[in-house]
């Protein structure tokens, strides 16, 4: 069973900067696309950005969502068994509670969209809230 624990949130300005990190059990970020989602008040989860696992493909393969790849910056270190994602310029359209999520260990399917069904584990949560 892979768990995943977020931790880094807290509130920040507009323009501030903001890194989270995630840890899991096991092998998770050697075995799996890991990545992170976020969910605001109100609103549906939404993607945020993916890693894919570093075996057939680059181990660099990352997927953004569009409105959010020239200010986040998703990144993996396995040795730590540690996941990041670096927020620059934050805005209060920002503030939401992010997820860092894993596929299944060994799924075959490449870093896009096509991967974002496959996420099915789940940390709990940690709160960013971006003030003006």
């Known amino acids: 069973q892979i768990q995943l624990q977020e931790s880094g949130g807290r509130s920040v300005q507009t323009g501030g900067s903001l890194t989270l990190s995630c840890t899991s059990s096991?092998?998770?970020?050697?075995?799996?696309?890991v990545g992170w989602f976020r969910r605001a008040a109100g609103k549906e989860r939404e993607f945020v950005a993916a890693?894919?696992?570093?075996?057939?493909?680059?181990?660099?393969?990352?997927y953004y969502a569009r409105s959010m790849e020239d200010r986040f910056t998703i990144t993996r270190d396995i040795n730590k068994n540690m996941l990041y994602l670096h927020m620059t310029d934050l805005t209060p359209t920002d503030t939401a509670v992010y997820y860092c999520?894993?596929?299944?260990?060994?799924?075959?399917?490449?870093?896009?969209?096509?991967?974002?069904?496959?996420?099915?584990?789940w940390g709990r949560g940690t709160q960013v809230t971006v003030s003006s």
């Open positions: 890693i894919g696992r570093p075996s057939e493909w680059s181990d660099a393969d990352t």
């Open positions: 999520s894993a596929t299944p260990p060994d799924t075959l399917v490449r870093v896009g969209a096509a991967l974002l069904p496959h996420f099915s584990y």
């Open positions: 096991g092998d998770t970020f050697r075995n799996s696309a």
